[in-house]
Nanobody
Framework: QVQLVESGGGLVQPGGSLRLSCAASGGTFSRYAMGWFRQAPKKERELVATMTVDGTIDYGNSVKGRFTISRDNDKEMVYLQMNSLKPEDTAVYYC?????????WGQGTQVTVSS
């Protein structure tokens, strides 16, 4: 059973930066597509960024040019560097792993962008 644990969320002012981390365990990390999704109050969960096993990256339109996803297979970690944060980036951010027909989710970490 794959377990995902996010960290790094918090309160940041508009224009600031945060780095989210996701620690994976319980599986073969290098075989998994990894990603980040987010869900704001009263909104559906949306794609932030994903990275396939071969390194192909996809970003949600609202974060392109501001967020960067990366992974470290040796440490079994995935990261999300968030720059130029806006109030509309406020949400719970979830780490995500996918392999074949299986999906796994972390418990989420809150990011609040406010002055």
């Amino acid at each position: 059973q794959v377990q995902l644990v996010e960290s790094g969320g918090g309160l940041v002012q508009p224009g600031g930066s945060l780095r989210l981390s996701c620690a994976a365990s319980g599986g073969t990390f290098s075989r998994y597509a990894m990603g980040w999704f987010r869900q704001a109050p009263k909104k559906e969960r949306e794609l932030v960024a994903t990275m396939t096993v071969d390194g192909t990256i996809d970003y949600g339109n609202s974060v392109k040019g501001r967020f960067t996803i990366s992974r470290d297979n040796d440490k079994e970690m995935v990261y999300l560097q968030m720059n130029s944060l806006k109030p509309e980036d406020t949400a719970v951010y979830y780490c995500y792993a996918h392999h074949l027909w299986r999906d796994w989710w972390g418990q989420g970490t809150q990011v609040t962008v406010s002055s």
